[in-house]
Each structure stands twice: as C-alpha cells, then as structure tokens.
T-cell receptor
C-alpha cells in the first residue's frame, strides 16, 4: 500500500528519557513534515524537510531534533522528555510544487509520565 | 488575529441534511485551501483542495472559495452518520515557507440518525 507510515503507534515513557519516532513515505514525495497535535486538537507544524534539507523549523525546544536520511524518511528524536511533550505526533508528506497537498501518517501517541 | 478561524462547534445535523462548515483566513495572499477530515483517534485525511474562486464538487462534498471575503466553506450533502468527525481547514499563503500550512482548530460535526 502506498502511504505514510510511522513507528511506533504508541509510546509511553518516563520524564527525562530519550525517544525516537520514525516516519517513512512511499508516495514519491520530496517534502516531509512533523506536526504536533495537543490535547485540544490543535495541529501545529514543527519541522519540514525538502530533499533532506531542513526548510521549516518552528519555535520548538532544542530537545527535539529531526533527521532526514533521505527524502523518503524523516525521524524525530526527543531528548529529556517532559510532561508537556505528551501529544500525538503526525508525520506528513507532499510534493514541493503544485498545491502542496499533504498526506498524513497514522500518528504516534506519546505519553510522558 | 488567528491565521485560520473555524467555529469549533459542535455542529449537529440530522442524517440526510446538508452540513455547512465555514472557515475564514486572515492573509489576503493565501493561495491554496484544504479541508481535512479527522475521525477521533485517527489522522487527518485530505478530502478537498481548492485553489480558485468558486465551487468545487467531489461526490457529496462541495468546497466554496471566496477570496474577496477571505472565506472558504465545505458543504456535505446527504450527511451520513459516518461523516461525524472533526473537519480541519488549512491554508497555504503565497510566498510562505515551502509547504507551510496554517490549520484552524477544527469544527466537530455530528450527524445523528
């Protein structure tokens, strides 16, 4: 199936730990994104990569570090997790040109205890 | 002023009715407009995109764009209980950082049988 996939789907961890989320897309897109959706369901962009180059870096704590080994993969590493990091993290992808229709992965629900 | 505003709802309509979802945006140079549907616990799913003034129809869905009024709407004809979800409006501004979408907070729609 052509899609955007993420692992893991659920992540429960304690404060202070370091964790990673992985994303892969097989849609042939050249741009990938990380979004955070908080408990109030507001969807906010965090980062965007185009062909492995960081192009959007919103005001996000330095504890969050994205990496894109190639245009089909985008990972998110989070250091020293805090309670406020609990949220659903979505990966998305699109083509650079055109209307920029973005397609989302299934999400990773992160719970920090 | 928020970039994209939607009535949070909930909007409740009976099965078979027309559901009308509205969205306004603040930046006049916005160029691309999207409607996403998000079921509870799921990821946003792109259902409509519209780029020029007027109506765009796809099955039971019609997107309407009025750039002069900075207004975009989504009509769902013959609403079904399966349409019950949160609908997110997203806007891309001309000249914005590549791929930068601004999301509204969503309107929760309930279709009752």
């Amino acid at each position: 199936d052509t899609a955007v996939s993420q692992t893991p789907k659920y992540l429960v961890t304690q404060m202070g730990n370091d964790k990673s989320i992985k994303c892969e897309q097989n849609l042939g897109h050249d741009t990938m994104y990380w979004y955070k959706q908080d408990s109030k369901k507001f969807l906010k962009i965090m980062f965007s990569y185009n062909n492995k180059e960081l192009i959007i870096n919103e005001t996000v704590p330095n504890r969050f570090s994205p990496k894109s080994p190639d245009k089909a993969h985008l990972n998110l590493h989070i250091n020293s997790l805090e309670l406020g990091d609990s949220a659903v993290y979505f990966c998305a992808s699109s083509f650079r040109g055109g209307g920029n229709e973005q397609y989302f992965g299934p999400g990773t629900r992160l719970t920090v205890t | 002023q928020k970039e994209v505003e939607q009535n949070s709802g909930p909007l409740s309509v009976p099965e078979g009715a027309i559901a009308s979802l509205n969205c306004t945006y603040s930046d006049r140079v916005s160029q691309s407009f999207f409607w996403y549907r998000q079921y509870s616990g799921k990821s946003p799913e792109l259902i409509m995109s519209i780029y020029s003034n007027g109506d765009k129809e796809d099955g039971r869905f019609t997107a309407q764009l009025n750039k002069a009024s900075q207004y975009v709407s989504l009509l769902i004809r013959d609403s079904q209980p399966s349409d019950s979800a949160t609908y997110l409006c997203a806007v891309k501004k001309r000249g914005s950082t590549l791929g930068r979408l601004y999301f509204g907070r969503g309107t929760q729609l309930t279709v009752w049988p």
